[in-house]
């Protein structure tokens, strides 16, 4: 059973940083990709950022530039790097795995991420 821990995030004003982590465990297979999505009340869950094999990345538009995806493949753990912080990055942020020949998919639990102005 593939489960993702999340830790890192918080409250931060705008301008801030902070730091997403993400391992995941009872891994047998490869990963083929992870990531974050977040998501803000009453909106859907959106694409923040994801890492594949070669560690080739993917942004969105909104946080390009501000905040980046690294992975580290012996830990089978995922970080974002948050910078510039602005009040409408606030969500709940999800890790996001893409795992085993199949590409099923698993989610964390979620952390609550808050910028204030």
């Known amino acids: 059973q593939v489960q993702l821990v999340e830790s890192g995030g918080g409250l931060v004003q705008a301008g801030g940083s902070l730091r997403l982590s993400c391992a995941a465990s009872?891994?047998?297979?490869?990963?083929?990709?992870m990531g974050w999505y977040r998501q803000a009340p009453g909106k859907q869950r959106d694409l923040v950022a994801t890492?594949?094999?070669?560690?080739?990345?993917n942004y969105a538009d909104s946080v390009k530039g501000r905040f980046t995806i690294a992975r580290d493949y012996g830990k089978n753990t995922v970080y974002l790097q948050m910078n510039s912080l602005k009040p409408e990055d606030t969500a709940g942020y999800y890790c996001?795995?893409?795992?085993?020949?199949?590409?099923?998919?698993?989610w964390g639990q979620g952390t609550q991420d808050t910028v204030t102005s």
């Open positions: 996001w795995v893409d795992y085993g020949p199949g590409g099923a998919n698993y």
């Open positions: 009872g891994i047998i297979f490869s990963i083929n990709a």
């Open positions: 890492i594949g094999r070669g560690g080739i990345s």
